[in-house]
């Protein structure tokens, strides 16, 4: 998509970069401009000024710099066009494209209209939970039971969903409005619309942002252990699980503090790793990580890191991610893999070791080629002709989903020897045509 230059100028003429810092940014009057903390690195007395003559913003601490498009392409991990399109619907401008019909820019402007529309009404829904949590002992004391802080509650937006079959009647004053089944907060029985009732019921909830800090769904997990232990919101028009992580809107700032992002499996995780001291947690929403998520971490830092229960089934976790990280494992990149002992999640790992343990783990974790290798190999026999074969078959497809580069060479260099082979022999085997079937470079 192509947008004008000109269009660039008038939405950046219209827009006012004080408004769009101040989203993420609590910023006060200083002279001519205002001062806050900057969001890029971590500081205790704010060197961070936007300018609203110059429509400007500079960090004087570590030199970041930008207007209104920039910054959200930094801090919110936007891409340009993403973050022209979110400017300009703001301040009501069409983002002009002449590849498409009017037809076309027509639906795309009516979905963007029911996404917000949809976003507000899970906000709504977000806001009575977290009325109902103070007012519920045994929701407030599960979370105390876990160790998590009102501070912690808080940044996250956790809240509890009442028992009743119908508790959000009490919030939205048409219960039968299409838009509380198409957010997915009320489910419609067969029988009709007369059977209605609440997704969420006697649980606590963590609400799910998008990069815009924008509500878009909900994981539930029950109080005892009722089954099933956690329920998320099914795929609407805003939430697409595939796509999503969870508490990625509250940990971008730390991700970039700490240099890295750790990948967990459950909402628990995030927040009692945050309350834990390691706040850049983030994970996937009960599915497999995707190419996807991969892509939308790396908007953020350079480092990733896979952190999994040492069982089988975190293996098996481990072994989907490890899918989904390879198309973007540049030579740049760093993306590891951390097994816990088989009885220990992140939490319990911490509360029993300490958080010093937990970081040498962090530290020690399994480098995205050494468990290439690692899966490559499980169960075969290195010794024999056939087992070195087998390996060969099964690594083809993870060496060939890397992006061209010294790291994908070096591992056909090390595959190479593990079959007793040298490393042309291996090349032209599995990519008989040459270069013309190297895979496209990963997008950044």
Known sequence: MTIPQSFIQELLARVDVVDIVG??????????????????????SPSFSVSPAKQFYHCFGCGKNGNAISFLMDHAGMGFVEAVQDLAQGVGLQVPDDDISPQERERAAAARQKQAT???????????????????????????????????????????APEGWRSLASVFPRYDDPLLE????????????????????????????????????????????????????????????GRELYGLFEARTAIREHGYALVTEGYMDVVALAQLGFPNAVATLGTACTPEHVHKLLRFTDAVVFSFDGDNAGRRAARKALDGALPHATDTRSIKFLFLPAEHDPDSFIRANGTDAFAQHVGNAVPLSRFLVESASEGCDLTTAEGRAHMASNARPLWTALPDGVLKRQLLGELAELTQLNARDLSELWNPGGGAREPARAPA
Do not use: W
């Open 118 to 160: 949809l976003s507000d009404v899970l906000e709504k829904a977000a806001d009575a939970y977290r009325r109902h949590l103070r007012e519920s002992q045994r929701a407030i004391g599960y979370f105390k039971g876990r160790g998590v802080s009102g501070a912690v509650a808080k940044r996250y937006g956790l809240g509890y």
């Open 182 to 241: 198409e957010s997915g907060l009320v489910i419609v029985g067969e029988e009709g619309q007369d059977k209605r009732y609440d997704r969420f019921r006697d649980r606590v909830m963590f609400p799910i942002r998008n990069v815009k800090g924008e509500c878009i769904g909900f994981g539930g997990r029950v109080l005892g252990d009722d089954k099933p232990k956690y329920l998320n919101s099914p795929e609407t028009p805003v939430f697409h699980k």
């Open 23 to 44: 989203r993420y940014v609590q910023l006060k009057k200083g002279g001519a401009n205002f001062m806050g903390l900057c969001p890029f690195h971590g500081e205790k």
